[in-house]
């Protein structure tokens, strides 16, 4: 079975801080995705990538920046961290027939 | 850009009831997808849906896709309580998902 793996399960932050997620698959799949989660807006894609090095913004991308350097990994940086990006981060990569692999999430309070 | 609505928002039941979740969209979608997100945990595939009319079956769970092609539901018969969870549609072209807000259904014994 694919694994993704997401480095952090929780993390406090603070306001200014730069904060990295790491996401690591072990399938050797292209495509893999940042998506937050919030009550009441369910799955919002923050950036995607297709390949390595390559990034694509999704819906949501300000106040984020992504890194793609190997194909397993794929990080999530938030530049400089603010409140209202307190959230559930979820990595997902793409198996054979487009259906996702989700992470098991980073539950990221910022103060 | 697409966008998928997924209705009710929240649903409660008791247990031994029926529950259904409608996803809809203004605009033709080429599949959809459904996950189901257990209380604390992530999102998990569930099933695929490609073709007009497709319906598809696990269990106690019914999955529908449209003749247009423009929505989708989730039925499950006879609720337990290990239905609870947050289930989500998503569709998408070129391998990048949008999702609609989920349905977070509580199941009371």
């Known amino acids: 079975d694919v694994k993704v793996t997401q480095s952090s399960r929780y993390l406090v932050k603070r306001t200014g801080e730069k904060v990295f997620l790491e996401c690591v698959q072990d399938m050797d799949h292209e495509n893999m995705f940042w998506y937050r989660q919030d009550p009441g807006l369910g799955l919002r894609l923050i950036y995607f990538?297709?390949?390595?090095?390559?990034?694509e913004k999704g819906d949501i991308p300000e106040g984020y920046s992504v890194s793609r350097e190997k194909k397993e990994r794929f990080s999530l940086i938030l530049e400089s961290a603010s409140t209202n990006q307190t959230s559930m981060y979820l990595c997902?990569?793409?198996?054979?027939?487009?259906?996702?692999?989700f992470g098991s999430g980073t539950r990221l309070t910022v103060v | 850009g697409q966008q998928v609505m997924q209705i009710p928002q929240y649903q409660h039941v008791q247990e031994g009831e029926d529950f259904t979740t409608y996803c809809n969209s203004s605009?033709?979608?080429?599949?959809i997808q459904w996950y189901k997100q257990r209380p604390g945990g992530h999102p998990v595939f569930l099933i695929q849906l490609v073709k007009s009319g497709e319906v598809k079956k696990q269990k106690r769970l019914t999955f529908q896709f449209g003749e247009a092609k423009k929505n989708s539901s989730l039925h499950i018969t006879a609720t337990q309580t290990t239905d609870v969870g947050t289930y989500f549609c998503g569709s998408g072209n070129t391998g990048k998902l949008i999702f609609g807000q989920g349905t977070t259904l509580q199941v009371k014994p």
């Open positions: 997902a990569s793409i198996r054979a027939g487009g259906t996702y692999t």
């Open positions: 990538s297709y390949d390595v090095k390559m990034k």
């Open positions: 605009t033709t979608l080429s599949n």
